[in-house]
């Protein structure tokens, strides 16, 4: 629901409006990365901060969601859930957003091809795990993911060492047969 928020808040979807000449781009850096996920496995995307590491998780995130079946769930404490949508939307688009905090619309009409983005099955959860047992459960509430997105390993989940973490999102990743993409900063030694 929060990218069809943030799409509602940014864009006038009354009927009639939704011309637009934006196409969602055939190839990014995210279609590069498509196949190296593989079901049951984990790709680690490593940087320094502001290396463009989360740019290249989400631009993942929205081909892969474009391109194969599966719901995609981005987990991200460190940026607001509103702002990675919107940077979904500036991705797809090039298209810069109001300040996704902010309630009401810009009045902008939708462009016809970002209705495509509103039929997408992507999640993005901002809460902050106490455990790997409360990650578990949420998982285990759901159907199986086709992609799990990890922006920022370093706070999932809250208070659990580096290689308890690795080891438990591999375990994930094999359990539940989908990919797993994460995010690390290369000075934490995955």
């Known amino acids: 629901p ?3 928020e943030v799409i509602c808040q940014n864009w006038n979807l009354t009927e009639g409006c939704r011309e637009g000449t934006f196409d969602i781009p055939a190839w ?3 279609d590069f ?5 593989k ?3 984990v790709t680690f995307v490593t940087g320094l901060n502001g290396s463009g590491m989360t740019s290249v998780t989400l631009n993942t995130a929205l ?3 474009m391109q194969r079946s599966g719901a995609v769930v981005i987990h991200s404490v460190d940026q607001h859930p509103k702002n990675l949508a919107a940077r979904l939307l500036n991705s797809a688009f090039g298209i ?3 300040n996704p ?3 009401g619309s810009t009045g902008a009409c939708l462009p016809a091809s970002a209705e495509r983005l509103l039929r997408l099955d992507i999640s993005i959860d901002g809460r902050l795990y106490e455990s790997l047992e409360a990650i578990r459960a949420c998982y285990e509430a759901m159907e199986t993911p086709g992609l799990i ?10 208070g659990v060492t580096k290689h308890e973490t690795a080891a438990f999102l591999k375990a994930m990743a094999q359990g539940l047969e989908s990919p797993v993409l994460v995010a690390c900063k290369a000075s934490i030694g995955i």
Request: net charge negative; glycine share 6%; no cysteine.
């Open 28 to 30: 990014s850096l995210g």
């Open 149 to 158: 997105v990890v922006n920022d390993m370093a706070h999932f989940p809250f």
């Open 2 to 4: 929060i990218l069809k």
């Open 39 to 41: 079901p049951g496995e």
């Open 96 to 98: 810069p957003l109001s």
């Open 33 to 37: 990365f498509l196949d190296t996920l």
């Open 101 to 103: 905090t902010e309630v």
């Open 63 to 65: 081909a892969f969601a």
